[in-house]
């Protein structure tokens, strides 16, 4: 099976630009989270989404948003980026189950505010 | 809302060594706890994961306790390999599929 896709994996954007990012989930999986890691905040989670609903929200501003399509691929956007906004942005595939199950991570895409 | 705290924040240990990285939760209802290896680069990946129904988990050389009384649980790598070398974080699931994350070891495996 292939794994977590995250696209595009390097991005530079300047303050106050928008960004969108994309996550494929594993085959089969329902799942998607997104987290965001950086130095000094470490992994925190932002949001998941559950046949194409936001079952879950972490505690970060309504910059952050994110949506989920019926072939359960996921996107994300930050609007009118800030420099701390530059990091990790990561998505966890998963089966769904309201039963927490194992979340397994994509390669990441690298977002520098400039 | 749920709190993990990890320790060490960085160990090293000679080849064939054993490495223990402890983490303590605080919110009662969790009741998952993964642990993931992130090496440089890349995005974590799940080595090993516990439920709150069960008090010992082990695959080859890892490991993974815990305690639900004193919400500790922990990893255990024995005979460490120079490929073991990587940042690990432990997680706590308060439900859902939302992860709370500790801050992470960094584990040095020499030669």
């Known amino acids: 099976k292939a794994g977590v896709t995250q696209t595009p994996r390097y991005l530079i954007k300047t303050r106050g630009q928008q960004v969108t990012l994309s996550c494929s989930p594993i085959?089969?999986?329902?799942?998607v989270s997104w987290y965001q890691q950086t130095p000094g905040q470490g992994l925190q989670f932002l949001f998941e989404?559950?046949?194409?609903?936001?079952?879950n929200k972490g505690n970060f501003p309504g910059r952050f948003s994110g949506r989920q399509f019926s072939n359960s691929r996921s996107e994300m956007n930050v609007s009118t980026l800030e420099l701390g906004d530059s990091a990790l942005y990561l998505c966890?595939?998963?089966?769904?189950?309201?039963?927490?199950?194992?979340?397994?991570f994509g390669p990441g895409t690298r977002l520098t505010v400039t | 809302g749920e709190n993990v705290e990890q320790h060490p924040s960085t160990l090293s240990v000679q080849e064939g060594d054993s490495a223990v990285i402890k983490c303590t939760y605080s919110?009662?209802?969790?009741?998952?706890f993964p642990w993931y290896k992130q090496e440089l680069g890349k995005g974590p990946q799940l080595i090993i994961d516990?439920?709150?129904?069960?008090g010992e988990k082990k695959d080859q050389r890892i490991a993974v306790t815990l305690n639900k009384t004193a919400k500790h649980f922990s990893l255990h790598i024995t005979e460490t390999q120079p490929e073991d070398s990587a940042v690990y974080f432990c997680?706590?699931?308060?439900?859902?599929?939302?992860?709370?994350f500790g801050t992470g070891t960094r584990l040095l495996v020499s030669p």
């Open positions: 085959s089969g999986h329902r799942s």
């Open positions: 966890a595939s998963s089966l769904g189950h309201r039963v927490v199950g194992e979340q397994y």
């Open positions: 516990i439920r709150s129904n069960v």
């Open positions: 919110d009662s209802a969790s009741n998952y």
């Open positions: 997680a706590a699931s308060p439900g859902f599929q939302k992860l709370v």
């Open positions: 989404y559950f046949s194409e609903t936001q079952r």
